[in-house]
């Protein structure tokens, strides 16, 4: 692998996010192997010396770094990857684009449009390689369905849904704050379940479906006072742990979006689906390797939803992998948008979701914040 | 079975409606034969002799009019059942009350709160037996959800979502208006599928999870202007195609609910869920016979949905039917609603919903409408 | 109703069986409205009064018996109805069809093949209308599956399996035979799961894939000893608790068959799967208005299996029914299947499966059970 | 990383399951940091230098070799892992041993229990830690089912039930032999399905239910002559297509099981089902991160199956992985068994399936396949 070329990546953060886009790393060269980069773990960076030294043990970093600004001043980085909580976003990612860095942050870009715009400024003025990871339009299903809408087999489309449901706050003994509960401090994560899980819903939406021109929204707090994690002490949780919208798009659908991590049952539950004039389409991630489609030009006595099995070789990202009838998992989207990423830096085309892709779900979600707190209908500004 | 007391029945209307309330009449002597009253056919009703005849001779009616006042008028009718469409449901209620007759009303109850009140009026008044065919509650599956939430399994209740998809209207080659398309009709049905499909989630919603305190909806008509049927011209549509709200309950839970015809692929996909702080619950028309239930109380390792056939004769209504692992279809929802309003006249407790509780139902619908046409919250006003 | 023809029924046994029966005569004539003939519910019979009595007001017989042979000497008796226990029907048939009655027979026809041939022979010498309620070919996603087949669409078929499923007797403590238990007692029923549940499987089995040529199965006795309920003393249990049997078909397929009591969590579980060089259709009882199909010709990256809603008018049986997504039951096989055998009388067709082709089923079952008993491959003698 | 204990590979074989095993070793570090072993990948082999070197390249080996016994001679080869056709299983593993290596063998273990017995004799006289990767014991829903049936829930088991079906070789243009499609050559392969895949099925059985004491099969080839790849000519075809058997195991349960190429829609239906007295169990590869259980235990009118995601960390494996919702994929199974042998390696137990464990599985399928061309049960001699 000798004659490959090198792209040297430099990581902060050492949580759930870091290990995954590490995997995705560390995967590509082994089932991409066509492409001309390959990723080198150059150095990993985190507060704390001792996590940090470990997460490059286990990895293979080939260093660590415990000030993010150290690794922007390396000579030996040419990408950062941002995995840290969304209030260090902005600062990191501003930083990076204007030392010349590629830039890969994790979604959502940052807390707020006011945070995000500075950051997508500073991309183009670099004219830095950049992508968020959305990392849901690479599961193979996903991207099918991107196709299949594309390829017009829908017709006009009337109706979008999507969900994101989860259960793991429902308990009031569970703590805010702090390590590995973040999302659940306003001040850190930005906002609750619409930054963390609606803002993958209304990506994926805007991807398959054109631009949402308007929300109304409704969020709830359901446990209202919680011990924060670094304090100690009880506080107030400013997040919203549900939200409800609905809204039109650009092109006439109308679309409702929910998420809450109250809906006892449902782990990851994100959930998609498009009703167009000719056909329906929809996925969820518990069953990810499946894409359901209704076919309006089947024989009429034999209409049906069917239930696709996305491991064949002709399905998209799956000649990477196995052999029809064996799956891949939720890790395998994090490869894909890695080897997207790589192959992009060939052909010179951006690796979508841009910063700017990135910035326009942000507006969605502040529009949804905003309508929610003033009850009314907000615009989102994107048509 | 002479030793029997007569119900005698005179039914109005010989549309789909007609259809499933006679065979719910002929059905619950077999079926119940513990209970007092035995409903007798006396007499049907339709404008069009030749149809109300066929319809008589079909189904075993001893006589038919062409004039519902003449049932009204008859001494030999101890209950008058409304099937016509919509506007004139008001009407004839009022009437068959004061002349103290009993009351039976397919949903919804008419076509406004304005029109819906003094049918109530009338109703306690008179004093009569009444019951309106909301008749969803009566699939086993939604009764055992209703005794489950009741016996407080749940716990704290964060989320109801409810939907009813249907696709049968996307041609835009289908007239509206007149006879099997009156739905269609603004006129005869008061709104599109917001008095036709979310009546009945609002019914389930707030007989499983209390009343609903304010909603905020979208209404859409996808098809502008169709042929109707009477005339022949290209009219205006002025239903509403679809409608979507998210809405507050009393006790501090989120709604979120959709209809629409325009669902491709969907035939009469009603569908409502609870999740609560221990337990959830779904369940869906297109699988009828089944519960699902997810329940946090068993074995960690093994915790997950539950696919419940109702079939086993400990479960609501079943021990009336066949045996374990062979299902009951739509129609028995009707014969159940018969059989509880026959009991209801032996043991002189309301067969609910009651013309009151289908007025509390169409309150919601109305605030629903006042919402999407305002584009604004509005309080139901059952709080 | 009264230009309609009379088919004047006489019925006898009071269990499960007879329920679905009566019903079906009830039903057809509000559901097939065209039909010339007409059932009349003139006689039921049962050996002890007091039931047949009761039974007969539920129904609404016009008079009751309590000697089968009465029902046939009577005048006013079209067709005789068989709804005993298995030991019976041969001696009833036999009688019937001499007196020159039609002959409706519950399934299995008989113990033995050695019974049965004789009632055949009868059945032919008297030239009587007759049927024997094998009901699950009238399941209307099982009629779908005929007309899939029929068609050539599956190409060269390869696999057919099917199973019936179920767990009511794992408990040692339930009793064996008499009142409800016959089941349970070979010399009432002829055998255990073989005739009552694979018999079901082998009929439709050969309706939709041809006969099949020879067997070779095992059969188990989970519980050696129960008590009987008709004597009160431990006895050995001499039914199989449990059949599995491999074949194959005269058309090269093979095929595997499976049925038992003892599967825990399944109450009435009867499947059905073919495998066709095109195409694969499956099946099964617990949701029973759903057919599912794949189909290769399929666009490669969109092939799945299809879960196709059987509500639909063009769809078989179901423009008697009601309205797309709206599902019907276990009863309704027994109702399409009266009024097949009314059509039949209209167009002098047989109406299948006739007692000839009972016949044919009863060779496999009688084969089955050699075969496990023998642990050799035994001919069905079919081919 | 340095202080790590190596195990050098040599791997024999470049094809579908040198790319498994290679992604185990290679994936094992990362996820399971705790272990005392890390692989290094050595060296591979291959007759085709230029593919064995591509494969090398891609993969990160260090070395490739040419010749298997140049793998066996190196003294810094550790561990020799066999991924060849199953004719070179034999004489690779017994000189692997007799060179004092471990061996990690692919699956089946040989052709026939005449070539397997050596291997085991082999194995044992040198003492080295060995394994066969019957890779379905590590999905973690099949070892969670392990752990309750262990744990007695189940109670008496009744019925076993398992299914392999593909649909790949459908098509009588498919030819057979050499390069990938040696599994369809019976020299190469030693059968066909009954090796390839009732092995898989056999080796979970057995594991998860005790032993196999005798079977009645049944074997189908479909498709009598097919082009050889090698040759060019038509040829016979040898193995089986088909095979169905049934079975009695040494505790007292029925097993049936059923495994083709020629199931039409089915791509790898990895399928099991245990039924025991209180309650049952159900798997399936293409829904693999689900297990179904029925729990007679439940409350009565809740009962049902219920669909558990694998996905929290207090089940198998999944504390390695990601977070509650998020899938693994067919690929992780190897990690796992990669993780087992070298958790093995620090413990001293030995990593089943053992080569004595294969050999029972190899003693199965050789029954199956007496049983099938004699028409006649046969003992599997394990009891």
Redesign the interface.
């Known amino acids: 692998?000798a004659h490959k070329k090198e792209l040297r990546i430099g990581l902060i953060g050492t949580g759930?996010m870091a290990?995954?886009h590490t995997?995705g790393y560390?995967r590509s060269?082994?089932f991409f192997?066509e492409l001309e980069y390959r990723p080198v773990l150059k150095t990993v960076c985190a507060r704390t010396e001792e996590k940090v030294k470990a997460f490059a043990?286990?990895?293979?970093f080939e260093s660590y770094e415990t000030d993010w600004k150290a690794v922007i001043a390396r000579d030996d980085i040419d990408a950062v990857d941002i995995c840290t909580p969304n209030d260090m976003h902005a600062d990191i990612a501003i930083a990076a684009a204007e030392a010349g860095k590629m830039v890969l942050c994790e979604k959502p870009l940052a807390r707020s449009v006011a945070e995000a715009q500075p950051m997508v400024d500073a991309i183009k003025k670099a004219g830095v390689a950049n992508t968020v990871f959305y990392n849901y339009r690479r599961i193979p299903a996903v991207t099918?369905i991107k196709q299949?809408v594309d390829s017009g087999k829908l017709g006009k489309i009337?109706?979008y849904?999507a969900n994101f449901l989860?259960?793991?706050t429902?308990s009031p003994e569970l703590p805010q704050g702090g390590e590995a509960l973040w999302r659940l401090d306003a001040e850190a994560a930005g906002s609750g379940v619409t930054g963390d899980l609606l803002a993958h819903c209304i990506d994926s939406a805007m991807w398959l479906n054109g631009v949402i021109k308007d929300v109304?929204a409704?969020t709830?707090t359901?446990i209202k006072e919680r011990v924060h994690q670094g304090t100690g002490e009880v506080q107030k949780v400013t997040i919203d742990d549900?939200c409800?919208?609905?809204c039109?798009f650009e092109n006439?659908a109308?679309g409702?979006f929910?998420a809450?991590r109250?809906?006892?049952?449902?782990?990851?539950?994100n959930t998609l689906e498009i009703?167009?004039?000719?056909?329906?389409l929809r996925w969820d991630?518990?069953?990810?390797n499946?894409?359901e489609?209704?076919?309006?030009a089947?024989d009429?006595?034999?209409?049906?939803?069917?239930?696709?099995?996305i491991?064949?070789s002709?399905?998209p990202y799956m000649d990477k992998?196995?052999?029809?009838?064996?799956?891949?998992?939720?890790?395998?989207s994090f490869v894909h948008q890695v080897a997207d990423f790589l192959k992009s830096l060939e052909t010179g085309e951006p690796c979508e979701p841009s910063f700017e892709n990135a910035l326009m779900t942000q507006k969605v979600c502040e529009a949804v914040i905003n309508s929610a707190n003033s009850?009314?209908?907000k615009d989102t500004g994107l048509v």
Do not use: C
Not at 57 to 60: F, S
Not at 285 to 288: E, Q, R, S, T
Not at 321 to 332: D, F, K, R
């Open positions: 692998m759930l290990r995954t995997n560390k060269g082994d192997p043990e286990q990895w293979g099918l299949i009337f109706h849904r989860q259960d793991w429902i109304s409704v709830e359901f549900a409800i919208f609905h039109h006439g109308l409702v929910e809450t109250y809906a006892r049952g449902h782990k990851a539950l009703n167009g004039e000719h056909a329906s991630l518990h069953d990810m499946y894409l489609m209704y076919d309006h089947d009429a006595i034999v209409r049906g939803w069917k239930r696709i099995l491991t064949d002709d399905q992998w196995w052999i029809p009838g064996t799956s891949i998992g939720y890790e395998h009850k009314s209908w």
